[in-house]
């Protein structure tokens, strides 16, 4: 299948590695001209490399903490004056730290909101203006399968992804009628070095193994195995290309089938 992305400028965020890195080497394979960004300035400019050197495609990069106004303001100046305007964006930003209700306090709320709900505001402020007036545009927003299932002792997470579910919902409402599909993609148990992380904070808080902890998640998945980030950046990919032409304001988890919910 030609995803039509041929040309097209794309941004991803949290692009260094993981989900971030896989979707961006899929949008180069399918010729977009892509910019990567992430915290993490050396990394990223060996990730850029190698995707270009995969792909053969342009491949950007520019570090940027998507928590910052200013970072993010001169991320969007650098790719325009680099590449162009942005058709496509896939917001990713790394998860917030674990923890339950009672372990959290106002500063951890405060730097979750900026790192996972705010950025993607301030993102979709940059690139609307270009995709309406063109009248195209794709957004990918990378949430989590909390929006359709909490996840326990992860309470910051739980509660920022569904207000990133409700933005994307509200805005692919309204520009909708220029041309621009806005979704949202939640990731299950894909084999990262944050599920990782998670998968040893569990093991220590429970006395078990590394690797108990990931057969009793496997045990839940039906597929019977964590995803990887490539399988996750086939799907992106898709949402972000001009083959999606009648997709737009939905939500849809990349889990194996681990959520039950309908």
Not at 58 to 73: K, R
Request: glycine letters at 12%.
């Amino acid at each position: 299948m030609d995803l039509e992305l041929t040309g097209r400028v794309a941004l991803v965020t949290a692009a260094s590695k993981g989900l971030g890195r896989a979707t961006a080497t899929q949008l180069a394979a399918e010729g977009a001209r892509v910019m990567i960004s992430s915290r993490g300035a050396d990394q990223l400019a060996r990730t850029a490399q190698e995707i270009a050197d995969a792909t053969g495609a342009q491949v950007e990069s520019c570090p940027a903490d998507v928590s910052d106004a200013a970072d993010l303001d001169r991320l969007l100046r650098e790719t325009r004056e680099r590449l162009g305007g942005v058709d496509v964006l896939v917001n990713n930003a790394g998860g917030p730290p674990p923890g339950g209700f009672d372990a959290l306090d106002d500063a951890q709320w405060q730097q979750a909101f900026e790192l996972n709900l705010l950025s993607t505001v301030r993102l979709f402020r940059g690139v609307l203006p270009h995709m309406r007036e063109q009248r195209w545009g794709r957004i990918v927003t990378v949430a989590s399968s909390s929006i359709r299932q909490p996840i326990d002792n992860l309470t910051l997470s739980n509660t920022l992804r569904v207000g990133l579910l409700g933005l994307a919902k509200s805005v692919a409402l309204e520009v909708a009628a220029d041309g621009v599909l806005v979704n949202t993609l939640g990731p299950g148990r894909i084999a990262t070095d944050r599920v990782a992380s998670l998968d040893a904070g569990r093991a220590e808080k429970t006395g078990q193994s590394v690797e108990e902890v990931r057969a009793q998640s496997e045990a839940g998945i039906p597929l019977g195995r964590y995803g990887t980030a490539e399988e996750f950046g086939k799907v992106a990919a898709f949402l972000a290309s001009g083959a999606n032409t009648y997709v737009t304001g939905q939500n849809f988890l990349v889990d194996g089938g681990m959520v039950r919910a309908i």
